[in-house]
């Protein structure tokens, strides 16, 4: 069905989100490279994983089925220091921490950037792409339960970013077509207000004169 079901979330609450249709392929070809290490860590009987909420005690076998398995699971085998187990966990969370701020420095983003980033880029991109439908506040809706705000006014900070406001106003300046705007006898006073003086020097007298360039 497309949807990641996000289970004990922000404020250990359960929400439902979107798998992209672009992901789908390679994150195929992942889980079939995982299989098979499931399958070489289940040979050494080494194929465990720690259920949560005593799972483990009502379906005693379910620890070493390929159901339960980490979808991401550490490259190298721990110990469970509460078992003494010898298993493989999941991948450390800091590792894709590392990535993501290997990407944006390559990138030549300049700004700070985490892993919650990409969950702002979300919100922000949906609205960015919904932002001219009839209803804005449906868009708002549906980002609230993407990302699992209870309250609405959360959602809306992500309005205040796009810098268009809930009902996605525009500046007047933006509607006003490009060729009347060239045109205006008023950009020009504007532009030359703004332009920046020429440079200046020390004369022999002691005062600035204009260099012209």
């Known amino acids: 069905m497309h949807q990641i079901h996000v289970r004990d979330g ?4 359960d929400r439902l989100t979107m798998l992209p249709e672009a ?4 994150l195929r070809e992942h889980l079939q490279r995982i299989r098979l290490l499931f399958e070489q860590d289940l040979a050494a009987g080494l194929a465990s994983v720690d259920l949560p909420y005593a ?10 089925e390929w159901t339960w398995q980490y979808a991401f699971p550490s ?3 721990s110990t469970d220091p509460r078992t003494g187990a010898r298993r493989r966990h999941h991948a450390d969370p ?4 590392r990535a993501v701020k290997s990407a944006a420095r390559l990138s030549g983003i300049t700004k700070h ?5 990409l969950r702002h880029s979300f919100a922000t ?3 960015e792409n919904g932002y001219q439908r009839s209803d804005p506040m449906g868009d708002i809706r549906t980002v609230q339960d993407l990302l699992g705000h209870r ?3 959360t959602t809306m900070i992500y309005t205040h970013v796009l810098n268009r406001g809930g009902l996605a106003v525009r500046s007047p300046l933006d509607q006003i077509d490009g060729s009347d705007l060239h045109a205006s006898p008023a950009r020009s006073r504007i532009i030359d207000a703004a332009r920046p003086l020429p440079p200046t020097e020390a004369s022999p007298q002691g005062t600035l004169r204009t260099v012209a360039n």
């Open 94 to 97: 800091s590792a894709l921490q």
């Open 75 to 77: 490259a190298n085998l």
């Open 125 to 127: 991109h949906l609205l």
């Open 10 to 13: 922000k404020g250990f609450k």
């Open 151 to 153: 309250d609405v006014k």
């Open 55 to 64: 799972l483990d005690r009502k379906y005693p076998s379910a620890t070493s």
């Open 113 to 117: 950037v985490s892993c919650h980033t």
């Open 23 to 26: 992901l789908i392929p390679a």
